[in-house]
């Protein structure tokens, strides 16, 4: 958070670890070789609206069975502020067990997933004024964010903004690209940093062609703060907690963003790696993620929240893959035909 010109420690990851699977598999531990099982078919089928000869009303149509989900649009959301170096090495470190998860999965057809990932940080461009404690003066702060756009760095040797499944280095490219430093905004924004990344963005072309209207969009948020999220700037801060900080943006805003861009509720899920209190462990203290357990709930089943300090991320991504997993199985329709 606001803290490198006060001596606070800050730091926030949002991670937008995401993934999907089909309507029917298996899958073992983080720990265990992969293996699935080809899911058994199914079908469904919506009423009758036709009227009969005698020309009484159609029956009311039934509603649409949920989709056959075979593809997953994962956004990873990782803080890049103060000390989050030991989080993003964990994160490589069990991204090649994850991604040998995915790639075990299998829809009812018996096909495989075709999943993408992609990374942003919870930075915006931002300026802003620290109110000291002492002599009523304040501290001015300009600061350099990613602004959603996906990480494509030279040193990774990435092509592109994403990687993907027909990638024979996915694994080793985001291993490069989940480690997006410690030099971000001291102000975390998880949410408004995914909404830049799937509309602004898109809409600029800086991230236009990740998002595919048939597939589960999946976020990932790793962060050791809370999310902090506004769109203004020349405010004035007077304390670190974002709970209790004035000129935040409503969460239900972005669920109801998320909704639209997913073309439809239900076709999103999300998992967060936060504070689930003030907490420790050996990657360093982490505050109270109040505002993304809001995030979290308002998500239903396809929400799940694990802790930053449990240390090891491999159960989190495990549970993560569980949720998103769930969600693939009960894919509403699009609300775009």
């Known amino acids: 958070m606001i803290r490198r010109s006060l001596g606070l420690g800050t730091f926030v990851v949002a991670s937008a670890l995401v993934f999907a699977c089909g309507s029917s598999s298996t899958r073992d531990g983080f720990g265990d070789s992969p293996g699935a099982d080809d899911g058994a078919g199914g079908s469904g089928g919506g009423g009758d609206n036709a009227t009969d000869s005698l020309g009484t009303e159609p029956t009311p149509e039934q509603p649409a069975p949920p989709e056959e989900c075979q593809k997953m649009d994962i956004l990873f959301v990782v803080d890049d502020s103060g000390s989050m170096q030991e989080e993003q090495t964990n994160l490589a470190a069990n991204f090649p067990k994850f991604v040998s998860k995915i790639d075990s999965f299998k829809t009812k057809s018996g096909s495989k997933l075709d999943w993408r990932i992609a990374v942003t ?35 990774c040797g990435t092509t592109k903004r994403w990687v993907e499944k ?14 997006v430093g410690t030099g971000g905004p001291s102000i975390e924004m998880p949410l408004e940093a995914t909404k830049l990344a799937l509309t602004d963005r898109v809409a600029d072309g800086t991230n236009a062609g990740f998002l595919r209207d048939d597939a589960l969009l999946a976020i990932v948020i790793l962060t050791d703060e809370d999310d902090c999220s506004r769109d203004d700037n020349n405010f004035t801060i007077q304390n670190d907690v974002c709970k ?15 909704d639209a861009v997913a073309k439809g509720a239900g076709r999103w899920a999300t998992a967060v790696i936060a504070g689930p209190t003030a907490c420790e462990s050996s990657f360093g203290k982490a505050s109270e993620a109040a505002r993304l357990q809001d995030f979290v709930a308002m998500a239903g089943k396809n929400g799940t929240f694990s802790s930053i300090c449990d240390g090891d991320l491999s159960d989190a991504l495990e549970k993560a893959l569980d949720t998103f997993d769930a969600a693939c199985k009960t894919l509403p329709p699009s609300s775009v035909k």
């Open 121 to 155: 940080t919870t930075g915006r461009d931002i300026a802003y004024q620290i109110q000291l404690p002492i002599g009523g003066g304040t501290l001015p702060q300009s600061e350099k964010g990613d602004n959603g756009a996906f990480r494509m760095t030279p040193k």
């Open 166 to 179: 027909a990638d024979a280095t996915a694994a080793k490219d985001f291993q490069c690209l989940a480690k």
């Open 244 to 258: 209790t900080m004035q000129g935040l943006k409503p969460i239900a805003e972005y669920k109801t963003i998320l």
